[in-house]
């Protein structure tokens, strides 16, 4: 097959199943462009719209930064260029197109993951154990959705030996169009539990929607403690790689202890230590692991570079200023995610003075289910005793459970606080949904922190 920046603008056309203007290309086109804030001259740019965007209003922009061809949805617009220019009638749909042929030209390892927690940590664990001995790609931060996917496989290069893509869904459906763009050979599920809700419904339907990422792979990455994943493995042809705790799977851990950081016992043999905060952890651990070994490494390479690796940005980050203790935890929280960091806040030891603080955005896109979900976490909160739990956002309100909880408005009063009141020894952990944008309180108390 041969690489479509190899194509003449028709043949580009035809690929994406488009209408071209019948311009030529003026040079061999170099990549594929969706923000003309990185645009570099040689791009083609896809005017892709999203619920907050709309490319098409930005094509002049692309043409004069360079780009030497453009892919757009506007008719007016279109009819007006004077360099190749392609209409199709959903751009995001022409970029699946291409990503999916794209993928078909080369042969890495393509290592899908999905799940309702730990995604982005298990992508970037398995990148790190992987990437000094082999050359690859992954997913740059959470590109996981109907546009990240497609740029994240045409980053795949000729001589990739991997592809590791993150795949979310906050609807049905959307697994299954992106393993169709992917065709993972190993598929990855972190986990399932009762995150979208608001599109889902149910867990049930939730899990039904991840396992549709199996379809067509070789191997399946699991987690056996997973209930929902074991009701359905009667229906999975691919060869299964459960990875848990009770011991007879091929990739095990025991004596998992997180005081601070995570460590465990790997298949009865093998010490493992990391620098990741939360016993929860050691299921996306033990999947980088199978799939690391499934690739071809063995323990003395794998170990020593779990000892290494630092977790994504606002999953679990911590910092130390003047005995006081940050953890921004806040890209994003569902009930499972948000309990496993409140009870990861309780396992950790504070000094005689200090106390363990819970800054708490409200967890979103839980439909019916969000007032008891924020109860069950109120709940969970009072059985780790922790000291204080500070609230944001309206539905974070059904939390409260006693004096310790307080709720605030806004950041602003928020962070007034948080300055007075936090003293040394305290831990304080942030942990809330992506709508929260808790980081707009965290990173100025970290600078206050430091400049105090």
């Known amino acids: 097959m041969r690489d479509w920046t190899e194509f003449s603008s028709d043949e580009f056309a035809r690929l994406i199943q488009g209408i071209d203007n019948l311009l030529s290309w003026s040079a061999r086109p170099q990549k594929i462009c969706t923000d003309t804030r990185v645009l570099k001259q040689g791009d083609i740019f896809f005017a892709v719209r999203g619920e907050n965007f709309n490319g098409n209003q930005f094509v002049f922009e ?8 453009v892919v757009l949805e506007d008719w007016d617009i279109f009819q007006k260029l004077q360099l190749p220019a392609i209409y199709v009638q959903d751009s995001v749909r022409a970029l699946g197109l291409l990503a999916a042929y794209h993928r078909q030209c080369y042969s890495p390892t393509v290592i899908g993951i999905t799940g309702s927690n730990g995604k982005t940590t298990t992508k970037d664990l398995v990148y ?32 990739d030996q991997f592809a590791i893509v993150e795949m979310g869904t906050n609807h049905s459906g959307e697994i299954s169009y992106l393993r169709s ?3 993972p050979d190993f598929a990855v599920i972190t986990s399932i539990g009762p995150a979208h809700l608001e599109g889902f419904e149910t867990v049930q339907k939730v899990a039904d929607e991840k396992c549709s990422i199996v379809s067509g792979a070789k191997h399946f990455f699991f987690s056996s403690e997973d209930p929902y994943i074991q009701e359905r493995l009667s229906t ?58 499934k690739m071809g490494l063995n323990e003395n390479t794998i170990l ?3 000892a290494s690796f630092k977790g994504p940005k606002m999953r679990m980050e911590s910092y130390q200023i003047s005995e006081i203790t940050l953890i921004n935890d806040a890209y994003n929280a569902n009930p499972v995610s948000m309990q496993a960091a409140i009870r990861m806040l309780g396992n950790l030891s504070v000094s005689k003075q200090g106390r363990k603080i819970l800054v708490a955005g ?6 019916n289910a969000s007032i008891q979900s924020h109860q069950q976490a109120g709940q969970c909160c009072v059985e780790e005793k922790l000291d204080q739990i500070l609230t944001f956002g309206e539905h974070a309100k059904a939390m409260h459970r006693s004096s310790q909880f307080q709720h605030f408005l806004n950041q602003e009063d928020l962070l007034h606080f948080l300055k007075k009141e936090i003293k040394t020894g305290d831990i304080i952990l942030f942990k809330g949904s992506r709508r929260n944008q808790l980081e707009k309180t965290f990173e100025p108390l970290l600078a206050h922190l430091k400049a105090s």
């Open 62 to 69: 692309a043409i004069s930064k360079g780009a030497v061809g």
């Open 128 to 159: 790190h154990l992987l990437s000094p001995e082999k050359k690859g790609v992954k997913s740059e931060k959470s590109f996981n959705n109907f546009l990240g996917v497609p740029l994240t496989l045409l980053s795949i290069k000729p001589d």
């Open 181 to 183: 763009l992917v065709q």
């Open 236 to 293: 999975i042809s691919a060869k299964l790689e459960p990875v848990g705790k009770r011991g007879d799977e091929q990739t095990s851990a025991s004596q998992i202890s997180s005081k601070p950081y995570l460590s465990f016992r790997l298949n009865q043999q093998w010490d493992v230590q990391t620098t990741l905060l939360g016993e929860h952890n050691w299921v996306n651990v033990l999947l980088a692991i199978a799939i690391a070994k």
């Open 304 to 306: 020593p570079a779990l």
């Open 362 to 367: 409200e967890m979103g896109e839980l439909g």
